[in-house]
């Protein structure tokens, strides 16, 4: 028999809060919610998968940093429940840690990732396609508890349809820690925002949907807790499933981290 549900585990009210773990042993991390995911129907799915980075990132050595994570949402994650943190140590080899973190809650692992650590190199840079970013003065300031969000307007169809917009600018509420583990942790989080489909305008294809799986590569360290901006672009829909890719960079265009998303598209009955 399940116990009762315990409110007391969503308590994190800024960004920070939400990224600070607490360790239970060697390999196994415990992490809280935000104070309002009362009001959600199942947790954020960027919060479990930026946990889940951090859970990772706390068991390789200081010297490795977050290169890329590959995640499944296997289930909805319940606010009223803390959510524990399995980290198996896959390999460490001479410049790469490689990681595999369940998230499991009630015994269930609702959320799986692989992560994988790298250590600094020298070496060329290049960045194929850095996107024009959209002006941070021609949006509309909205506030989601832990984040400031700027988004163009207006947020409707002319025909009264809900969208998304496919470009945002983001910044932690609260200052973040200064490490890079923390920054990248962060930067997960708000990588599952918005949706890829959201400017799609086709009457058998909704807007969104539950994510499926991520995939996140980081590129080049920037602060989340200050402007970044998130460009998302749809590339596939069929079978009940949406593709879409994205682009993290910071004020000065830096490519901070690239994404793709897979997500269910179903229909409305």
Not at 100 to 107: L, M, R, T, Y
Not at 161 to 180: E, H, K, Q, S, V
């Amino acid at each position: 028999m399940s116990e009762t549900p315990d409110p007391t585990f969503a308590i994190a009210d800024n960004l920070g809060q939400i990224l600070d773990i607490e360790r239970l042993d060697r390999d196994l991390f415990r992490g809280i919610h935000a104070t309002n995911a009362a009001e959600r129907a199942s947790l954020f799915g960027g919060q479990v998968a930026a946990q889940a980075l951090m859970a990772a990132g706390l068991t390789v050595d200081g010297d490795r940093h977050p290169h890329s994570l590959h995640g499944y949402f296997l289930r909805r994650g319940r606010p009223d429940r803390p959510v524990l943190l399995y980290v198996d140590r896959d390999r460490d080899g001479r410049s790469f840690s490689a990681r595999h973190v369940s998230a499991v809650q009630e015994g269930e692992v609702i959320f799986s990732m692989l992560a994988s650590f790298h250590v600094d190199e020298p070496g060329g840079t290049y960045d194929a396609a850095p996107s024009e970013l959209s002006p941070l003065d021609d949006t509309v300031q909205s506030h989601s508890f832990l984040l400031e969000i700027r988004a163009p307007s207006p947020l409707m169809t002319d025909d009264g349809r809900p969208t998304f917009p496919d470009c945002l600018w983001i910044r932690a509420a609260d200052p973040l820690p200064d490490d890079r583990l923390s920054q990248a942790a962060a930067l997960t989080y708000v990588s599952d925002l918005g949706s890829g489909f959201g400017q799609v305008r086709q009457a058998d294809l909704p807007v969104g949907g539950p994510s499926i799986d991520h995939a996140v590569w980081f590129q080049t360290p920037i602060r989340v807790d200050e402007w970044v901006h998130l460009r998302i672009w749809p590339v596939k829909a069929g079978g009940g499933r949406g593709l879409y890719l994205g682009a993290l960079r910071d004020r000065e265009g830096r490519l901070g981290a690239s994404l793709t998303q897979e997500m269910l598209l179903r229909a409305m009955p």
